[in-house]
Protein backbone atom coordinates (compact mmCIF):
# COMPACT_ATOMS: atom_id res chain seq x y z
CA UNK A 1 0.00 0.00 0.00
CA UNK A 2 3.15 2.42 0.34
CA UNK A 3 3.43 2.70 -2.86
CA UNK A 4 -0.22 4.62 -3.68
CA UNK A 5 -0.73 8.14 -3.17
CA UNK A 6 -2.13 7.97 0.64
CA UNK A 7 -5.03 10.60 -0.93
CA UNK A 8 -6.62 7.73 -2.83
CA UNK A 9 -6.38 5.48 0.25
CA UNK A 10 -8.92 7.60 2.38
CA UNK A 11 -12.23 6.71 3.12
CA UNK A 12 -14.18 10.02 2.05
CA UNK A 13 -12.01 9.66 -1.39
CA UNK A 14 -12.59 6.31 -2.41
CA UNK A 15 -16.72 7.29 -1.71
CA UNK A 16 -15.98 10.25 -4.26
CA UNK A 17 -14.25 7.68 -6.83
CA UNK A 18 -16.85 5.27 -6.57
CA UNK A 19 -19.69 7.53 -6.85
CA UNK A 20 -18.25 9.11 -9.46
CA UNK A 21 -17.24 6.02 -11.88
CA UNK A 22 -20.66 4.59 -11.43
CA UNK A 23 -22.44 8.07 -12.92
CA UNK A 24 -19.99 8.28 -16.00
CA UNK A 25 -21.58 7.26 -19.22
CA UNK A 26 -18.77 4.78 -19.81
CA UNK A 27 -17.71 4.39 -16.25
CA UNK A 28 -14.24 5.60 -15.53
CA UNK A 29 -12.05 7.48 -13.54
CA UNK A 30 -8.48 8.75 -13.73
CA UNK A 31 -5.87 9.24 -11.24
CA UNK A 32 -2.85 11.68 -11.36
CA UNK A 33 0.13 11.04 -9.56
CA UNK A 34 -1.38 7.89 -8.48
CA UNK A 35 1.53 6.18 -6.99
CA UNK A 36 4.24 8.20 -4.82
CA UNK A 37 7.31 7.10 -6.99
CA UNK A 38 7.09 5.77 -10.75
CA UNK A 39 9.17 3.61 -12.09
CA UNK A 40 12.18 3.74 -14.18
CA UNK A 41 11.75 2.65 -17.66
CA UNK A 42 12.92 -0.62 -19.12
CA UNK A 43 12.57 -0.70 -22.87
CA UNK A 44 15.26 -3.45 -24.36
CA UNK A 45 13.41 -5.86 -22.90
CA UNK A 46 10.21 -4.43 -25.26
CA UNK A 47 9.65 -7.12 -28.62
CA UNK A 48 7.52 -5.55 -31.13
CA UNK A 49 4.37 -7.21 -31.96
CA UNK A 50 2.21 -6.45 -35.10
CA UNK A 51 -1.28 -7.57 -36.53
CA UNK A 52 -1.43 -5.56 -39.71
CA UNK A 53 -5.13 -3.58 -39.39
CA UNK A 54 -5.43 -4.79 -35.61
CA UNK A 55 -2.11 -3.40 -34.22
CA UNK A 56 1.85 -2.02 -34.40
CA UNK A 57 3.24 -1.35 -31.18
CA UNK A 58 6.43 -3.00 -28.57
CA UNK A 59 4.97 -5.25 -25.95
CA UNK A 60 6.47 -6.45 -22.59
CA UNK A 61 6.05 -7.41 -19.38
CA UNK A 62 4.68 -4.61 -17.12
CA UNK A 63 6.40 -3.21 -14.86
CA UNK A 64 4.98 -3.37 -11.72
CA UNK A 65 3.38 -6.89 -12.83
CA UNK A 66 2.78 -8.34 -9.13
CA UNK A 67 1.92 -5.27 -8.05
CA UNK A 68 -1.72 -5.10 -10.65
CA UNK A 69 -2.02 -8.54 -9.25
CA UNK A 70 -1.34 -7.71 -5.79
CA UNK A 71 -4.63 -8.23 -3.20
CA UNK A 72 -3.89 -4.35 -2.13
CA UNK A 73 -4.16 -3.05 -5.69
CA UNK A 74 -7.16 -5.64 -6.21
CA UNK A 75 -8.73 -4.19 -2.77
CA UNK A 76 -8.24 -0.32 -4.12
CA UNK A 77 -10.22 -1.14 -7.44
CA UNK A 78 -12.93 -3.12 -5.42
CA UNK A 79 -13.68 -0.01 -3.38
CA UNK A 80 -12.83 2.98 -6.21
CA UNK A 81 -15.09 0.83 -8.37
CA UNK A 82 -17.49 -1.19 -6.15
CA UNK A 83 -16.54 -3.94 -8.94
CA UNK A 84 -15.44 -7.35 -8.18
CA UNK A 85 -12.51 -7.81 -10.38
CA UNK A 86 -10.72 -10.77 -11.29
CA UNK A 87 -6.96 -10.32 -12.87
CA UNK A 88 -6.31 -11.66 -16.04
CA UNK A 89 -3.10 -10.14 -17.33
CA UNK A 90 -0.60 -7.16 -17.71
CA UNK A 91 1.56 -6.06 -20.38
CA UNK A 92 3.64 -2.77 -20.87
CA UNK A 93 2.99 -1.76 -24.14
CA UNK A 94 4.79 0.86 -26.07
CA UNK A 95 3.71 3.12 -29.15
CA UNK A 96 6.64 4.92 -31.63
CA UNK A 97 6.12 7.35 -34.06
CA UNK A 98 3.62 5.04 -36.96
CA UNK A 99 2.15 2.61 -33.97
CA UNK A 100 -1.23 2.65 -33.74
CA UNK A 101 -3.83 0.12 -32.28
CA UNK A 102 -7.51 -0.14 -33.75
CA UNK A 103 -10.65 -0.31 -32.23
CA UNK A 104 -11.86 -3.91 -33.52
CA UNK A 105 -9.08 -5.49 -31.92
CA UNK A 106 -11.36 -5.44 -28.84
CA UNK A 107 -14.31 -7.26 -30.86
CA UNK A 108 -14.54 -10.37 -29.07
CA UNK A 109 -14.08 -9.52 -25.74
CA UNK A 110 -16.03 -10.06 -22.75
CA UNK A 111 -17.26 -7.75 -19.48
CA UNK A 112 -13.94 -6.42 -18.51
CA UNK A 113 -12.18 -3.55 -16.58
CA UNK A 114 -9.44 -2.07 -17.97
CA UNK A 115 -6.46 -0.17 -16.31
CA UNK A 116 -4.15 1.94 -17.88
CA UNK A 117 -1.08 3.29 -15.61
CA UNK A 118 1.07 5.78 -18.13
CA UNK A 119 4.46 6.37 -18.23
CA UNK A 120 4.61 8.49 -21.26
CA UNK A 121 6.83 11.85 -20.28
CA UNK A 122 6.57 15.03 -22.36
CA UNK A 123 4.00 14.45 -24.49
CA UNK A 124 2.15 16.70 -26.59
CA UNK A 125 -1.52 16.24 -27.71
CA UNK A 126 -0.65 16.98 -31.22
CA UNK A 127 1.06 13.53 -31.54
CA UNK A 128 -1.99 11.10 -30.96
CA UNK A 129 -1.29 8.53 -28.95
CA UNK A 130 -4.16 9.11 -26.64
CA UNK A 131 -6.54 6.29 -25.84
CA UNK A 132 -10.38 6.10 -27.48
CA UNK A 133 -12.90 3.67 -25.70
CA UNK A 134 -16.72 3.26 -27.30
CA UNK A 135 -19.98 2.26 -26.33
CA UNK A 136 -22.54 1.99 -28.79
CA UNK A 137 -24.95 4.67 -28.52
CA UNK A 138 -22.67 6.59 -25.86
CA UNK A 139 -20.36 9.21 -26.54
CA UNK A 140 -16.60 8.30 -27.07
CA UNK A 141 -14.34 9.15 -24.36
CA UNK A 142 -10.61 10.54 -25.28
CA UNK A 143 -7.74 9.84 -22.47
CA UNK A 144 -4.75 12.07 -23.42
CA UNK A 145 -1.22 10.56 -22.20
CA UNK A 146 -0.37 11.77 -18.83
CA UNK A 147 2.63 10.70 -17.17
CA UNK A 148 1.96 8.87 -13.39
CA UNK A 149 -1.65 8.96 -14.14
CA UNK A 150 -3.93 5.96 -13.77
CA UNK A 151 -7.11 4.87 -16.19
CA UNK A 152 -9.55 2.85 -14.72
CA UNK A 153 -12.46 1.83 -16.82
CA UNK A 154 -15.23 -0.61 -17.20
CA UNK A 155 -15.79 -1.90 -20.72
CA UNK A 156 -19.00 -4.61 -21.42
CA UNK A 157 -18.96 -6.78 -24.24
CA UNK A 158 -19.20 -4.35 -27.60
CA UNK A 159 -17.14 -1.98 -26.14
CA UNK A 160 -14.11 -1.03 -27.91
CA UNK A 161 -10.67 0.38 -27.14
CA UNK A 162 -7.81 1.57 -29.15
CA UNK A 163 -4.66 3.69 -29.15
CA UNK A 164 -4.66 6.50 -31.84
CA UNK A 165 -1.91 6.63 -34.35
CA UNK A 166 1.02 8.29 -33.15
CA UNK A 167 2.51 10.87 -35.00
CA UNK A 168 5.74 10.66 -37.28
CA UNK A 169 6.35 13.76 -35.90
CA UNK A 170 6.81 12.18 -32.74
CA UNK A 171 10.12 12.82 -30.36
CA UNK A 172 9.65 10.02 -27.71
CA UNK A 173 7.37 7.03 -27.63
CA UNK A 174 4.37 6.42 -25.41
CA UNK A 175 4.47 4.45 -22.69
CA UNK A 176 1.71 2.29 -20.54
CA UNK A 177 0.93 -0.86 -18.04
CA UNK A 178 -2.08 -2.02 -19.38
CA UNK A 179 -4.00 -4.32 -17.29
CA UNK A 180 -7.37 -6.07 -18.01
CA UNK A 181 -9.56 -7.69 -15.20
CA UNK A 182 -12.04 -9.73 -16.01
CA UNK A 183 -15.55 -9.21 -14.61
CA UNK A 184 -18.72 -11.49 -13.41
CA UNK B 1 -9.52 14.09 -72.20
CA UNK B 2 -7.92 11.15 -71.37
CA UNK B 3 -3.48 11.55 -72.44
CA UNK B 4 -2.72 8.04 -72.31
CA UNK B 5 -4.23 5.12 -73.68
CA UNK B 6 -1.79 2.45 -72.50
CA UNK B 7 -1.96 0.54 -69.72
CA UNK B 8 1.89 -0.24 -68.88
CA UNK B 9 2.65 -3.83 -67.58
CA UNK B 10 0.92 -4.44 -63.99
CA UNK B 11 3.62 -5.45 -61.22
CA UNK B 12 2.70 -8.81 -59.57
CA UNK B 13 4.41 -8.20 -56.05
CA UNK B 14 3.27 -8.36 -53.74
CA UNK B 15 -0.55 -8.32 -55.09
CA UNK B 16 -1.29 -6.23 -58.68
CA UNK B 17 -1.14 -2.59 -58.83
CA UNK B 18 0.24 -0.35 -62.00
CA UNK B 19 1.47 3.68 -62.27
CA UNK B 20 0.63 5.36 -65.27
CA UNK B 21 1.72 8.94 -65.52
CA UNK B 22 0.22 11.80 -67.89
CA UNK B 23 -3.05 10.35 -67.02
CA UNK B 24 -5.02 13.53 -68.24
CA UNK B 25 -4.49 15.96 -71.02
CA UNK B 26 -3.49 19.58 -69.30
CA UNK B 27 -6.83 21.22 -70.35
CA UNK B 28 -8.84 18.39 -69.05
CA UNK B 29 -6.47 18.38 -65.36
CA UNK B 30 -7.22 22.46 -65.02
CA UNK B 31 -10.83 22.23 -65.36
CA UNK B 32 -11.04 19.21 -63.13
CA UNK B 33 -8.81 20.64 -60.50
CA UNK B 34 -10.84 23.80 -61.15
CA UNK B 35 -14.39 21.73 -60.32
CA UNK B 36 -12.53 19.67 -57.40
CA UNK B 37 -10.96 23.20 -55.38
CA UNK B 38 -14.89 24.38 -55.98
CA UNK B 39 -16.64 21.42 -54.12
CA UNK B 40 -17.32 21.07 -50.12
CA UNK B 41 -15.15 18.61 -48.25
CA UNK B 42 -16.17 17.56 -44.51
CA UNK B 43 -13.32 16.43 -42.02
CA UNK B 44 -13.20 12.75 -41.34
CA UNK B 45 -11.68 11.13 -38.60
CA UNK B 46 -11.69 7.80 -37.16
CA UNK B 47 -9.26 5.32 -35.17
CA UNK B 48 -7.92 4.45 -38.94
CA UNK B 49 -7.95 7.60 -40.56
CA UNK B 50 -7.91 11.40 -40.68
CA UNK B 51 -9.11 13.26 -43.80
CA UNK B 52 -11.37 15.50 -46.05
CA UNK B 53 -13.61 14.34 -48.07
CA UNK B 54 -15.90 15.41 -50.58
CA UNK B 55 -19.69 14.11 -51.38
CA UNK B 56 -19.56 10.88 -53.73
CA UNK B 57 -18.67 12.48 -57.39
CA UNK B 58 -20.85 9.67 -59.46
CA UNK B 59 -24.47 11.65 -59.72
CA UNK B 60 -22.88 14.89 -60.05
CA UNK B 61 -23.90 16.59 -63.25
CA UNK B 62 -20.35 19.28 -63.72
CA UNK B 63 -19.13 19.60 -67.28
CA UNK B 64 -15.54 18.83 -65.92
CA UNK B 65 -16.80 16.19 -63.59
CA UNK B 66 -18.63 14.76 -66.21
CA UNK B 67 -15.53 14.58 -68.46
CA UNK B 68 -13.61 13.14 -66.01
CA UNK B 69 -16.18 10.19 -65.08
CA UNK B 70 -15.78 9.22 -68.58
CA UNK B 71 -11.66 9.31 -68.94
CA UNK B 72 -11.65 6.94 -65.70
CA UNK B 73 -15.09 4.64 -66.54
CA UNK B 74 -16.14 4.60 -70.04
CA UNK B 75 -16.35 1.41 -71.45
CA UNK B 76 -12.91 1.42 -73.73
CA UNK B 77 -11.08 2.22 -70.26
CA UNK B 78 -12.45 -0.61 -68.75
CA UNK B 79 -11.78 -2.93 -71.17
CA UNK B 80 -8.00 -1.95 -71.04
CA UNK B 81 -8.01 -2.35 -66.52
CA UNK B 82 -9.31 -5.39 -66.98
CA UNK B 83 -7.34 -6.95 -69.66
CA UNK B 84 -4.07 -5.27 -67.87
CA UNK B 85 -4.95 -7.11 -64.52
CA UNK B 86 -6.56 -10.31 -66.28
CA UNK B 87 -9.80 -9.92 -64.77
CA UNK B 88 -13.70 -10.16 -65.54
CA UNK B 89 -15.36 -7.56 -67.33
CA UNK B 90 -15.48 -4.00 -65.31
CA UNK B 91 -19.02 -2.95 -65.12
CA UNK B 92 -18.69 0.94 -63.09
CA UNK B 93 -16.97 2.79 -61.21
CA UNK B 94 -17.44 4.87 -57.92
CA UNK B 95 -15.49 8.24 -57.11
CA UNK B 96 -15.06 10.97 -54.81
CA UNK B 97 -12.55 13.17 -53.85
CA UNK B 98 -10.24 13.54 -50.88
CA UNK B 99 -7.51 16.10 -49.34
CA UNK B 100 -4.81 15.15 -46.28
CA UNK B 101 -3.42 17.82 -45.10
CA UNK B 102 -0.51 18.44 -42.46
CA UNK B 103 -1.07 15.62 -40.28
CA UNK B 104 -3.57 13.50 -41.71
CA UNK B 105 -3.06 9.96 -42.68
CA UNK B 106 -4.52 6.33 -44.16
CA UNK B 107 -3.44 3.13 -41.54
CA UNK B 108 -3.12 -0.29 -43.32
CA UNK B 109 -6.34 -1.97 -44.38
CA UNK B 110 -7.14 -4.09 -47.57
CA UNK B 111 -10.09 -2.52 -49.51
CA UNK B 112 -12.01 -5.40 -49.19
CA UNK B 113 -15.78 -4.87 -50.23
CA UNK B 114 -18.04 -6.85 -51.82
CA UNK B 115 -17.70 -6.00 -55.70
CA UNK B 116 -14.38 -4.10 -55.71
CA UNK B 117 -12.61 -5.49 -58.17
CA UNK B 118 -9.74 -2.83 -58.73
CA UNK B 119 -8.80 0.82 -56.57
CA UNK B 120 -7.88 3.20 -58.33
CA UNK B 121 -6.15 6.65 -57.08
CA UNK B 122 -5.93 9.57 -59.66
CA UNK B 123 -3.10 12.14 -58.05
CA UNK B 124 -3.55 15.81 -58.33
CA UNK B 125 -1.28 17.54 -56.08
CA UNK B 126 1.68 19.73 -57.82
CA UNK B 127 5.45 19.41 -57.35
CA UNK B 128 4.67 16.88 -54.33
CA UNK B 129 7.80 15.27 -52.75
CA UNK B 130 8.90 12.29 -50.72
CA UNK B 131 9.75 14.26 -47.83
CA UNK B 132 6.00 15.98 -47.47
CA UNK B 133 4.48 12.76 -46.93
CA UNK B 134 1.28 11.27 -48.32
CA UNK B 135 3.21 8.37 -50.25
CA UNK B 136 1.13 5.41 -51.28
CA UNK B 137 2.66 2.44 -49.42
CA UNK B 138 2.10 -1.18 -50.36
CA UNK B 139 2.64 -3.85 -47.89
CA UNK B 140 4.00 -7.27 -48.11
CA UNK B 141 2.01 -9.12 -45.37
CA UNK B 142 3.35 -12.71 -43.65
CA UNK B 143 1.31 -15.78 -42.60
CA UNK B 144 2.35 -14.39 -39.42
CA UNK B 145 0.23 -11.02 -40.08
CA UNK B 146 3.73 -9.05 -39.89
CA UNK B 147 4.25 -6.66 -42.36
CA UNK B 148 6.93 -5.15 -45.01
CA UNK B 149 7.14 -1.99 -47.02
CA UNK B 150 7.80 -2.64 -50.44
CA UNK B 151 6.99 -0.12 -52.65
CA UNK B 152 6.40 3.48 -51.14
CA UNK B 153 4.79 5.65 -54.51
CA UNK B 154 5.10 9.08 -54.50
CA UNK B 155 1.40 10.49 -55.63
CA UNK B 156 3.09 12.16 -58.37
CA UNK B 157 0.97 14.91 -59.88
CA UNK B 158 -1.48 13.61 -62.90
CA UNK B 159 -0.48 9.79 -61.79
CA UNK B 160 -3.36 7.16 -62.01
CA UNK B 161 -2.52 4.43 -59.72
CA UNK B 162 -4.50 0.96 -59.80
CA UNK B 163 -4.23 -2.14 -57.97
CA UNK B 164 -6.07 -5.23 -57.54
CA UNK B 165 -8.24 -5.75 -54.24
CA UNK B 166 -7.77 -8.90 -52.64
CA UNK B 167 -7.36 -9.85 -49.19
CA UNK B 168 -3.18 -9.45 -49.91
CA UNK B 169 -3.87 -5.66 -50.92
CA UNK B 170 -2.80 -3.78 -47.83
CA UNK B 171 -1.91 -0.42 -47.95
CA UNK B 172 -1.93 2.74 -46.18
CA UNK B 173 -1.00 6.54 -47.17
CA UNK B 174 1.69 7.81 -45.43
CA UNK B 175 1.40 10.92 -42.81
CA UNK B 176 1.38 14.29 -44.32
CA UNK B 177 4.03 16.10 -42.64
CA UNK B 178 4.50 19.58 -44.47
CA UNK B 179 1.50 21.75 -44.71
CA UNK B 180 0.58 20.50 -48.25
CA UNK B 181 -2.92 19.79 -49.55
CA UNK B 182 -2.35 16.36 -51.32
CA UNK B 183 -5.72 16.31 -53.24
CA UNK B 184 -6.90 13.00 -55.35
CA UNK B 185 -9.84 11.48 -57.13
CA UNK B 186 -9.92 7.56 -55.27
CA UNK B 187 -12.45 4.85 -56.03
CA UNK B 188 -12.72 1.32 -57.31
CA UNK B 189 -14.37 -0.08 -60.59
CA UNK B 190 -16.68 -2.74 -59.74
CA UNK B 191 -17.72 -6.33 -61.28
Redesign the interface.
Known sequence: MDNINFYYLEDATLSNLNRIFNSADIPFIRLSKFLNEAPNMIESELVSE?????YNHKIGDALLAKFWDSSEFKDFLCKATGLKPTFRNSNHVSYSP?D????HMDESESSRLLVVYDLTKEWRH?WGGYD?YTSPDKDPLVCNRDFGSLMIVKLNSGDLS?T??V???SQFSAHLDRIIYDLE | MRKAEKISIVKEFPYPHVIIKDFLDENTLDLVIDALAGLEYDFKES??FSYWASIELTDIDHPAINILREDLGDEVWRKKVAEAFSCKMLSSIDMAAYVYGL?D?L????DQVEERIIAYSLHLTPEITEDM?GSLQI?D?DET???KIIDSIIPEYNSLIMFEVSKHS?HQV??I?QDIQRLTVTGWYHG
Open positions: EKIGYGYSLLELCRYSLK | DLGFLPHDGFVNSSWGEL
